[in-house]
C-alpha cells in the first residue's frame, strides 16, 4: 500500500481529469522489475528502478529510470528512459528517446532515436526507421538508418548504411585518430556534412552518394571566455544563496532527504527520471482540459522550483559526506557542507564534454531524493 498511495494525484489526474486521453497504465516500483516473455501491459509503463528488464510485451510507452535498463521485449509506443546503462535489443513501435552513461541499440526502432551518453553504439543489427540524433562523447554507427543522421560527438564512426545525410559537429579538440572515421563498409545514402579540428579519415571505398563538406571550428572560446566566467559565477553564487534559505527553513528535512539519497541512490536516480520526465506529460495533458490550466501551473512550477534545489541537495550531500572524511567525526555545519558541496558540484558540471551528463545526473538524484522524502512522509 504505501508504495502506490502517491498514485492517487497522478490517477485522478489521468482518470477523472482526461479520461479520454489515457485508457490504461501501469507503475511499478521496486529494486528490481521484470515483465517477463508471458506477461503483457496494457497501456503504458511507469517505472524506477535499481534494475528494469521487459522481455514482454508493452502495449503502449514506456517511461522509466534505473540504473540498468534492458528491454528485450517489444514497446508498441515510445521509450522515454534514463539509466547509467541501456540495452534496446527488442522492438519498439514509436521513438526511443534515452539518456544514460553507456547505450547499446541492438534491435529495431520503427521512428526516430534520440540518445544522449558518454558511449552511444547503433550496433551491427540495428535499425531504426526515421532519424538518428545523438549527442556523446563516443558515438559508433554500425547499423541501418532509415532518414539523416545528425548531433554533436567528440567521435563519430560510421560502419553502418544511411540513407540520408549526415551531419555532426564533432570536437575540435580531437586531433589524433580522427574526430570522423568512416569505414570501408560504410553505405551513405546523401550528403556528409562535418565540423571539427581536424579533417577525418573517410575511406575512398565507402559509398557516399552525395558530396563532403568540412569545415573547421573556430576556437571562439577565447572570445567569449570572460562571459563563460561571469556565467558561472553568477550561477554559482545564486546557487549559495538559495542554499542558504533551504537551510535556514528546511534544516532537520534536508539532513533526512540527503541521508536517504546516501543509502539509495540508485533509486532516487531511478525516481528522479521519471518525475523529471513524465512531469511536463501530466502537465501537457491537464492544459488540455482547460479546466486542468490552473493546476498544471502549479504543478509546472513546483516541478521547475524543485528542478533547480536538485543540485544544492547533491552538493550538500557531497559537502556532508566530504567534511565527514576529513574531521572522521559527524561534526557538521550544514552551511559549510553546503558551500563545499555546491563549489564542487559546480565544478564537475562545468567539465567540457561530459559537465551535462553529469549535471543532468546530479539533477535525476536530487529530484528523487525530494520525491523520495514526500512520498515516504
Avoid at 563532403?212 to 572570445?223: A, H, N, P, R, V
Avoid at 528542478?307 to 559537502?319: M, N, P, R
Avoid at 550544514?334 to 549535471?359: D, E, T, Y
Amino acid at each position: 500500500m504505501k508504495k502506490t498511495r502517491f498514485l492517487l494525484p497522478m490517477a485522478i489526474a489521468l482518470f477523472l481529469i482526461i479520461p479520454l486521453t489515457v485508457s490504461a497504465f501501469a507503475v511499478k516500483t521496486d529494486d528490481s522489475i521484470y515483465v517477463g516473455e508471458e506477461e503483457i501491459i496494457e497501456g503504458n509503463l511507469y517505472a524506477g528502478s535499481n534494475n528494469i528488464t521487459i522481455d514482454g510485451i508493452v502495449k503502449g510507452d514506456v517511461i522509466c529510470g534505473a540504473q540498468t535498463i534492458n528491454i528485450n521485449g517489444t514497446v508498441e509506443g515510445d521509450v522515454i528512459c534514463g539509466a547509467q546503462t541501456i540495452n534496446i535489443n527488442g522492438k519498439i513501435g514509436g521513438n526511443a528517446r534515452v539518456a544514460g552513461n553507456t547505450i547499446n541499440i541492438n534491435g529495431s526502432i520503427a521512428r526516430n532515436l534520440n540518445a544522449f551518453g558518454a558511449f552511444i553504439s547503433l550496433n551491427k543489427d540495428a535499425v531504426v526507421g526515421w532519424e538518428v540524433f545523438t549527442a556523446g562523447q563516443s558515438v559508433y554507427i554500425k547499423g541501418k538508418v532509415g532518414g539523416d543522421l545528425h548531433g554533436a560527438a567528440s567521435t563519430l564512426n560510421i560502419t553502418g548504411e544511411i540513407n540520408k545525410d549526415v551531419k555532426f559537429r564533432l570536437n575540435e579538440r580531437v586531433l589524433k585518430g580522427g574526430p570522423l572515421n568512416i569505414s570501408d563498409e560504410a553505405k551513405i545514402g546523401g550528403n556528409v556534412y562535418y565540423t571539427a579540428g581536424s579533417k577525418g579519415n573517410i575511406s575512398p571505398k565507402a559509398i557516399i552518394g552525395g558530396e563532403i563538406g568540412y569545415s573547421f571550428t573556430e576556437k571562439l572560446e577565447k572570445k567569449y571566455y570572460p562571459f563563460k566566467i561571469w556565467g558561472i559565477l553568477f550561477s554559482l553564487f545564486s546557487a549559495l544563496v538559495v542554499g542558504l534559505v533551504l537551510i535556514s527553513l528546511w534544516r532537520k528535512s534536508i539532513v533526512t532527504l540527503t541521508d536517504n539519497m546516501l543509502s539509495k541512490p540508485s533509486s532516487a536516480i531511478g525516481w528522479g527520471v521519471v518525475v523529471m520526465l513524465l512531469t511536463p506529460i501530466i502537465c501537457i495533458l491537464l492544459m488540455i482540459t482547460l479546466i486542468g490550466i490552473p493546476l498544471s501551473l502549479i504543478v509546472a512550477a513546483v516541478w521547475l522550483i524543485a528542478l533547480y534545489a536538485s543540485k544544492i541537495l547533491v552538493g550538500i550531500l557531497i559537502g556532508r559526506s566530504t567534511m565527514e572524511k576529513l574531521w572522521k567525526k559527524k561534526k557538521e555545519s550544514l552551511i559549510w557542507a553546503m558551500i563545499i558541496g555546491v563549489l564542487i558540484v559546480w565544478l564537475i558540471c562545468s567539465i567540457p564534454l561530459i559537465g551535462w551528463i553529469l549535471s543532468l545526473a546530479a539533477m535525476w538524484w536530487g529530484l528523487g531524493g525530494i520525491w523520495l522524502y514526500f512520498k515516504k512522509s
